[in-house]
């Protein structure tokens, strides 16, 4: 897909960093994002940033940014100690941030949107919309592309918004051009067209940061790379002294034995049958079995698919083709009332947006998906639903004060257990769990996981949507790997290493 | 032909030619709708209060935002602009406007700064202060009122008079609209008032200064319903503490029906002016038509929800004719 060979560094490249990152921290409360993070970028360069997700990579851009203030550690630019309070200082000193998801305004137009709050003027101090347009026709020939400037940018392409985002650099001659997973989106062609792009930026003079999970573009496209790991600064290599395995290796590399107590638990027959799951421009072609008492880890990196998979297998979404088969009976489409009835639970990803009533007690939280069975003569019972969640509260060591509680007020490890009861009280063979451990602490987890265990050593089948590779393989009896909405990959727990599925979720043409 | 292009397929057009359509109608089935001396100056002068608020409210709109309080700000002001009149004998007509200008604009800033720094929406902010400013006003005012021989005559004509065949208060309209819409136009702050309405958080991400903008939008909406209030004493004589009781509804109805979008971004108070017309035009029109008194306010809540609709569909058709593009380019 991306022929051209690494270019070597040049020169200049040779010289004092034009930014400067050292031991750079940011906690949020109690989390924290990053423990050390450095970075040091040249002019004439491209530098790859790459880690797993949730190593840090996004908090280190967003302090480039402005957008976060960080807690401690040296940042400077050209030399002179920086500290930006905002996004408009940071812009100011020349660096530009094009993020994954390109923030454009839709209602206006692309010439609008590349100059907004800096329009060149006239004498009178109106915009000169003439000259306006003028310099954004002439700074989208240089880079060799056809967008009207004159249509609003809603509709346009993620590729060619970031094309907008690119010119809105140039426009503002930034010195340093920090693209946060710019190729996610793209096809080859695209890729192929923002590489010259970027390239031709890079000769220029600029510096340029590319982060990517994407090992073959980073190799085609960067000449250094920086490796980081769990909030901190791995290492930082010429691209031309290292190797896909040694940068895995670095991303990875940690201890997983002791973590996630798996018990053994006897394997029985197929409960849940997904076949050539398709929905066009998502996902495709999925397919997979689960069987009574067997944890199935589905890995990938964020954006590959798994939760659409998730939500299409559940009924929340639809899906074009494929089918999906409960029990050997056929799953309609599109209807969770179906699903839930046959005994598929799903909990999801967010669980403060999909999965809990925030502002209610933890009691009626838990009935809500039972209420049909809980309910009698059309009414809802409170003292039926209080005895069957006082059953899940117990079961799951929820700390609360009382079941009216709002679940709202409890900690995030307290909310999972909550919309894990809530299902469960609905008496499930197959469940869906969604980063079941996001964002909670190390304690809880650990006891979400032995409830896991548990529940499938009693014949549940379970899938195990995770993006923390230590969880995966430490809980998973095998492990399925998707990447940019295929299955890349499926391993047994004994084959399943970080490096095998690591390289499954990022490298092109893996083994299927 | 590009101007050809854009008028003829402006959101604006379209109004505005309802607008005709309903002139036409209503003189067809009586004359004097528009030839008589009463009845064009009614078409024009009713509507041009209501312009002034309408243009502030589409300012506000366009920043995803909302003022419910400016019906109450008329009132206020109305109020004050008698009572200068009778407690400072020989009180300049310039120096009332001011001070119902000055008024307005800082009973905008209240709302702006309670929205842009509390962060609390705009809908339940101004919903508050619509009802505090009225309390005010009618703490203020009793069983009070103003009476036109409060007012100086000179004040009065202000409000009635014409000029080659077009009232003060039309061309006062016209001129503050012109002035708006050259603003959001021409200038930068208003070019990043429909940037922060079309997406306040790329708009932080740009670094536009979010909070002053809003604040700005605001202070623009009370000192325009300020001045309203104002020219609502020079155009009736008589203020109760009623004035402009309602107002904040109509104005939202016409900027909306003119095409500024609820949800920011889009729009123009070209838009919200012809709005104003058709909304005050629609309702003299009915009766003469022989639409009974009874369907009125019917008719005018289907135009507005006729407007949203055709916009959505509008929206959603450009959209899909966006992307279709998009994938024969492929």
Redesign the interface.
């Known amino acids: 897909m991306v022929a051209a060979p690494p270019d070597p560094p040049s020169p200049a490249a040779s010289a004092a960093p034009l930014l400067e990152l050292t031991d750079v921290t940011k906690a949020f409360g109690a989390v924290v994002a990053l423990r050390s993070g450095s970075l040091a970028l040249h002019r004439g360069s491209i530098h790859a940033l790459i880690g797993e997700n949730g190593a840090g990579k996004s908090t280190l851009v967003k302090i480039i940014a402005?957008?976060y203030q960080r807690d401690s550690g040296g940042f400077t630019l050209d030399g002179e100690e920086v500290d930006f309070g905002?996004?408009?200082?940071?812009?100011a000193s020349g660096i530009a941030v094009i993020?994954q998801e390109p923030?454009?305004?839709?209602?206006?137009s692309v010439v609008?949107n590349i100059f907004?709050?800096?329009?060149p003027?006239t004498r009178t101090?109106?915009?000169d919309r003439r000259a306006m347009r003028a310099e954004a026709v002439s700074i989208f020939d240089r880079l060799g592309v056809r967008i009207d400037p004159d249509?609003?940018t809603?509709?346009?392409?993620i590729a060619?918004q970031q094309i907008i985002e690119i010119a809105k650099a140039i426009s503002l001659d930034a010195r340093v051009l920090i693209m946060d997973e710019p190729t996610a989106a793209l096809?080859g062609v695209e890729v192929e067209r923002l590489f010259a792009v970027a390239r031709s930026l890079r000769d220029e003079g600029r510096a340029l940061l590319f982060i990517s999970h994407r090992f073959d573009e980073v190799f085609a496209l960067c000449d250094t790379v920086t490796v980081m790991r769990d909030g901190a600064y791995i290492a930082t290599t010429p691209i031309a002294e290292t190797t896909v395995d040694a940068l895995v290796r670095q991303m990875v590399g940690r201890d997983v034995t002791d973590l996630f107590p798996k018990l053994p638990s006897e394997i029985r027959d197929v409960v849940l049958e997904v076949e050539g799951l398709t929905r066009t421009g998502v996902f495709r072609d999925i397919s997979f079995q689960l069987r009574a008492g067997e944890i199935v880890g589905l890995a990938g990196l964020v954006g590959a698919g798994r939760s659409e998979v998730a939500r299409a297998v559940f009924g929340v979404d639809r899906y074009d083709s494929g089918s999906v088969r409960l029990g050997g009976r056929t799953l309609p489409r599109g209807d969770v009332r179906a699903a839930t009835a046959r005994g598929l639970a799903l909990v999801p990803e967010d669980r403060r947006k999909q999965g809990l009533v925030l502002d209610q007690s933890v009691t009626r939280n838990t009935a809500l998906a039972i209420r049909s069975r809980l309910s009698k003569w059309g009414l809802l019972w409170e003292a039926r639903e209080t005895a069957a969640s006082r059953e899940w509260a117990t079961r799951l060591e929820v700390k609360t004060n009382s079941l009216d509680t709002e679940v709202g007020t409890l900690s995030g490890g307290n909310q999972q257990k909550v919309v894990l009861g809530k299902w469960l009280a609905s008496d499930p063979r197959v469940l869906i769990v969604d980063e079941p451990t996001r964002g909670i602490d190390v304690g809880t987890k650990s006891e979400v996981h032995r409830l896991l265990s548990q529940l499938a050593q009693e014949g549940m089948a379970i899938l195990m949507i995770s993006s923390e590779l230590p969880e995966v393989l430490g809980m998973a009896d095998r492990v399925l790997v998707m990447r940019e909405g295929r299955i890349t990959g499926e391993f047994e727990r004994s084959e399943a290493t970080p490096e095998n599925v690591m390289m499954a979720a990022t490298a092109e043409g893996a083994a299927a | 032909m590009r101007l050809a292009k854009t008028l003829f397929t402006a959101r604006e057009t379209g109004i505005l030619l309802a607008l005709i359509l309903v002139i036409v109608a209503a003189t067809v089935a009586n004359p004097s709708f528009v030839f008589s001396g009463d009845g064009w100056r009614d078409l024009l002068l009713t509507p041009s209060l209501l312009l002034l608020v309408a243009v502030g409210q589409a300012v506000v709109i366009i920043t995803r935002n909302v003022d419910l309080s400016v019906g109450s700000v008329v009132g206020l002001t109305a109020y004050l602009t008698g009572r200068l009149f009778i407690d400072v004998p020989g009180i300049p007509a310039i120096a009332v406007f001011l001070a119902g200008g000055l008024l307005g604009a800082v009973l905008g800033l209240v709302n702006g700064a309670l929205v842009a720094y509390a962060k609390v929406p705009a809908l339940v902010i101004t919903l508050g202060t619509m009802y505090v400013y009225r309390g005010i006003n009618i703490a203020w005012t009793g069983s009070d009122r103003i009476n036109a021989s409060d007012l100086p005559k000179d004040f009065r004509g202000l409000g009635t008079g014409m000029i080659l065949g077009l009232p003060y208060l039309t061309l006062i309209a016209l001129a503050v609209l012109i002035i708006a819409a050259w603003y959001l136009h021409t200038r930068r702050s208003g070019r990043e008032l429909y940037a922060i309405g079309s997406d306040p958080a790329a708009a932080h991400l740009y670094g536009l200064p979010v909070t002053r903008r809003i604040l700005t939008a605001f202070v623009v909406s009370g000192a325009l319903s300020g001045f309203a209030g104002v020219l609502f004493a020079a155009r009736y004589g008589t203020v109760a503490s009623n004035a402009g009781y309602g107002w904040e509804l109509q104005a939202i109805g016409a900027a909306v029906i003119g095409g500024v979008a609820m949800a920011g971004g889009a729009g123009t108070v070209w838009g919200a002016a012809v709005g104003a017309f058709l909304l005050l035009t629609i309702n003299r029109a009915l009766p003469i038509i022989g639409i009974d008194d009874f369907w009125q306010q019917a008719v005018v809540g289907a135009l507005i929800i006729g407007a949203i609709v055709l916009d959505r569909v509008l929206a959603v058709r450009r959209h899909r004719k966006l992307i279709a593009e998009r994938e024969d380019h492929r």
């Open positions: 402005g957008l905002s996004t408009a200082q940071s812009k993020y923030t454009l305004f839709p209602d206006l609008e907004m709050g800096r329009q003027t101090g109106g915009i249509r609003v809603d509709g346009l392409s060619d096809s």
